[in-house]
Structure formats: structure tokens, C-alpha cells
């Protein structure tokens, strides 16, 4: 049905469409918020780069199997958390932050190019779980690691701060 409706929808109707996709595919998030869940991510992604250094007969990789829909649910905020936080970096709208590649109004390039292309590299095609490179190679995470302090490191320091504030209240009221 979707489908069909697409086909309906003319020229002048093509940036409306364009522009509601692009709010349910990424909505408006607090800064602060999408800050945490950059941070989020790049800690699952240090536990995949263990995981992947770990032999592939170990016990210790047999049981995270079961953590790896988790991983991978934690890693699709990056969707929207990336060109919020981009945004926020360089003072401008996070659109213009995401290159047209992925339907942006940035450049070719973009602050968030890196973190889409590592954080693809790590998801599977689905993104409902790990590529396999992701879990053989640690090289996969550790690449995503860096593109998310790279952009973590272009934020304004105050809003790191209360960025690991929130986070740390938050570990803290999961531990009561």
C-alpha cells in the first residue's frame, strides 16, 4: 500500500514526503540525550572489540551470543543520535550535518559519515544484529570507537559534562 501511495505522490509533494521521512527516520532528540546515547554506543562497541580479540571457542564468546540483539539495538540509536550531536559540534542544523548520501544537506562528507560507515560495518545488513566481521575482527569496533571520539571530541566540553552526569544518574538509579 505504501508502495502505491508512493507512486501517487507528485513532484510538488516529493519534499514533503522527503522531509517526513526524514523526521520518523531521525526525530528531534535532545542534544544531551543523543550525547549519552553516542557514549552508550561507544561502550558496547568496546565490548564487541573484547569480544572479537577473544578465541572463537571460548566460553566467554558461547554466552555473549545471547547479548548481541542488545549490542545491536544500542548501535542503531547511532542513526539518531549522530547528526544531533553533529549538529550540536558545529553549530548548525543536524540535516546539514549528514551528507546527501545519507539523505542530508551536507557536503559529500560529513561529521557523521564516519560513525554511519564504521557503525554499517559492524551491523548486519538487518541491523538487528553483528556482521560477522564485527564479532571475527576487532578492527571493526575499534574503527567505530574512534569515529565516535572524534565527534565526541568536537562537542562543546559542557556538554560532555553533563552528558556523563546524566549517564552516571542513571547507572546510579539501575543500581537501587
Avoid at 542534544?31 to 564487541?48: F, H, K, N, S, T
Amino acid at each position: 500500500m505504501l508502495g502505491t501511495a508512493a507512486l501517487k505522490i507528485g513532484p510538488a509533494q516529493a519534499g514533503l514526503v522527503q522531509d517526513l521521512m526524514k523526521q520518523n527516520m531521525r526525530g528531534n532528540l535532545d542534544p544531551i540525550e543523543a550525547i549519552v546515547q553516542l557514549m552508550d554506543a561507544r561502550g558496547v562497541l568496546y565490548e564487541i572489540r573484547d569480544l572479537a580479540a577473544t578465541p572463537k571457542d571460548s566460553p566467554e564468546r558461547k554466552a555473549s551470543y545471547s547479548l548481541l540483539p542488545g549490542y545491536a539495538s544500542r548501535l542503531r540509536k547511532l542513526a539518531n543520535a549522530a547528526p544531533t550531536v553533529a549538529g550540536l559540534a558545529a553549530g548548525t542544523d543536524k540535516e546539514a550535518q549528514v551528507s546527501v548520501a545519507y539523505g542530508g544537506e551536507g557536503q559529500d562528507t560529513s561529521l557523521t559519515d564516519p560513525i554511519f560507515i564504521t557503525a554499517g560495518q559492524v551491523l548486519n545488513y538487518s541491523g538487528r544484529g553483528l556482521s560477522e566481521a564485527a564479532v571475527a575482527d576487532p578492527a571493526c569496533a575499534a574503527a567505530a570507537i574512534s569515529a565516535i571520539e572524534d565527534l565526541l571530541g568536537k562537542v562543546p566540553q559542557n556538554a560532555l559534562a553533563t552528558a556523563q552526569a546524566r549517564r552516571e544518574a542513571a547507572r546510579a538509579a539501575r543500581r537501587t
